[in-house]
């Protein structure tokens, strides 16, 4: 392997960390409410919209604009599932893919009234050009690094929440059998909503780390979802810590594959999720 | 009628409906203030759904329900048991990829403040205590069971909803479980124990209901009671 190859695959498993940023919020919701939210890589581009009026308006960095909105991001995660999902939640998979195929939808056309069809990026502010120079190798940006190390610590965050605080202890009672949780009086529909007001704080935090990244546009939203599901089918279901290494086999695969032919990045990505599907239907790191 | 501060449980006129089919058919039921009520009736009699109803957790329910003076039908479940009304499921229901102690504190969290804690239950029932770190799945069904007695107990109840505790473990556990409810009773904790089991029922319990069909069929105190009649009102025919 070439240096550069080395470097391109260290980039890329960056990557992998705003990746997995995406990417957790939408294995939460599977692997506690058993719902896929179509919607998820929408709600991301709507946060990221909200993230440039408002930083924008106040003259903050995205990055503080994010932080403050956290209780707003919860507030409106639990709100939706109130009002919205848990109408749906349950029977069968086909209402919720409806409706979050619906909000999805409604997401994108009311950015594209909002905010016209321009493509958008915003500014981080120095942390951009820092880097920092490695194994007398080569140069690593400072923000794809904070970005990492950001998703290392959203992780560790709902963990900690999930096996170690009550109140995760019963968000799990209710992902284990919701029926018998309301039977014995542990409402399933509250701890669905605490957890898709979880799921719309990693929203903000991914928003903020995309935004400054990458380019967005109202229309981006499901692609962002593809990557984020390959993610978290790749590392397991279920799987948080999977789902950020999920994360990182797509992105170094996007670099390698990159590196051979400009075309490839995409196609690499898709080819390696698609041969660990083979190999190992229920991902990397499968939930007992 | 809506039943005094202290009766725990007045049921009246109840019907429970799954779609067209009536489960439950005008029952009528009290249970007095430190009271052990047994529910006997066959597969299918509708006790269950009886139960289901009282936590409002019944698909469609008529009639009325009251508990310590409190109108359930306009409660919903998370309150009942806060107000002390607290159900062991049929089949045990706990929360499998859970630890024993996990699966015990939720039940604490969800309930009201009072006299039975953690340790208690750990004394009454030592082996869970030995075993309280392994997911409740790994365990027997014996000690599953003893984790769905103690989950509600540690809700600190008033009244103890308990559905065929017995249902397919080895007598020698069952006896066990059974030893618990002196100790329970102890504690000013009122019950209605359901089973199929009648001998083992109706030898812990100071009234009985024979439920047929979704109905009453017979009501009385087990020292009155003639095997012969209990058997043909359980049966029918
Ligand atoms: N979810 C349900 N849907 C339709 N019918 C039901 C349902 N649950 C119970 N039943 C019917 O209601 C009747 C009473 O059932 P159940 O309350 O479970 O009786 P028991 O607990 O005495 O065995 C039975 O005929 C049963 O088939
Ligand atoms: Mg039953």
């Known amino acids: 392997m070439t240096i550069d190859m080395l470097n391109q695959a260290i980039q890329g498993a960056l990557i992998g960390g705003l990746y997995a940023l995406f990417a957790v919020g939408l294995s939460l919701s599977l692997g506690v409410i058993r719902f896929i939210n179509i919607a998820h890589g ?26 403050f909105m956290l ?53 981080g502010g120095q942390i951009e050009v820092a880097s920092v120079h490695m194994f007398g190798l080569f140069d690593i940006g400072f923000f794809p690094l904070a970005v990492f190390f950001t998703a290392i610590v959203v992780i560790a965050a709902l963990d900690i929440l999930l096996y170690r605080t009550s109140i995760g202890a019963r ?25 898709m007001g979880v799921v719309g704080m990693t929203v903000m935090l991914a928003a903020s780390c995309m ?40 992105g170094i695969a996007q670099n390698l594959g990159a590196q051979m032919d400009a075309s490839w990045q995409i196609l690499a990505q898709h080819l390696i999720f698609l041969l660990v599907l083979v190999l190992r239907p229920r991902g990397l790191f499968p939930k007992a | 009628m809506s ?61 009325s329900i009251h508990a310590f003076g409190l109108n359930l039908r306009t409660m919903s479940t998370p309150q009942i048991v806060a107000a002390g009304v607290a159900l062991v499921p049929e089949g045990r229901r706990l929360f499998p990829s859970l630890t024993v102690a996990e699966n015990l504190r939720i039940g604490w969290e969800i309930g009201r403040r009072g006299s039975i804690t953690l340790d208690r239950i750990y004394s009454w029932f030592p082996v869970l205590a030995e075993r309280r770190d392994q997911p409740a799945r790994r365990l027997s069904g ?12 540690l809700a600190n109840p008033r009244l103890l ?50 439920f047929l069909e979704g109905a009453v069929s017979l009501v009385g105190r087990p020292q009155d009671a003639n095997r012969d009649v209990i058997m043909r009102h359980y049966f029918g025919g």
């Open chain 1, 71 to 123: 209780p707003l991001a919860f507030a409106a995660g639990y709100w939706l599932q109130r009002l919205l999902l848990q109408r749906v939640v349950g029977e069968s998979v086909l209402p919720v893919i409806l409706v979050t195929f619906g909000l999805s939808i409604m997401i994108q056309n009311g950015l594209l009234q909002a905010y016209g069809p321009d493509t958008h990026k915003l500014h």
């Open chain 1, 171 to 195: 968000i799990r009672a209710v992902a284990d059998d919701p029926a018998a949780a309301d039977l014995i009086g542990l409402s399933s529909g509250r701890m669905y909503a605490i957890a």
């Open chain 2, 3 to 63: 039943g005094a501060d202290d009766e725990p449980l007045r049921v009246e006129k109840l019907n429970v409906y799954y779609g067209q089919f009536r489960a439950v058919h005008d029952i009528d039921l009290t249970v007095a203030a430190g009271e052990i009520v047994s529910v006997i009736g066959a597969n299918g009699a509708g006790k269950t759904s009886f139960l289901k109803a009282i936590m409002q957790q019944a698909d469609r329910a008529e009639g």
């Open chain 2, 142 to 153: 014996g000690q599953q069971q003893m984790v769905a007695l103690g989950r509600a107990l």
């Open chain 2, 161 to 210: 909803l308990c559905d065929e505790i017995s249902l397919g473990l080895a007598p020698v556990v069952v006896g066990q479980l059974y030893d618990i409810l002196p100790k329970i009773r102890a504690e000013g904790i009122s019950m209605i124990v359901i089973e199929q089991d009648v001998v083992r029922s109706l030898a812990v319990a100071d009234r009985f209901y024979c």
């Open chain 1, 211 to 250: 935004s400054v990244w990458t380019n967005f546009d109202p229309a981006i939203g499901p692609s962002r979802l593809l990557t984020a599901f390959e993610a978290v089918v790749l590392g397991g279901l279920g799987s948080l810590w999977g789902t950020l290494v999920g994360g990182m086999v797509l």
């Open chain 1, 42 to 67: 929408d709600l991301i581009v709507l946060a990221s919209f909200l993230l440039m009026s408002l930083s924008g308006l106040l003259g903050l960095s995205p990055f503080v604009v994010a932080l």
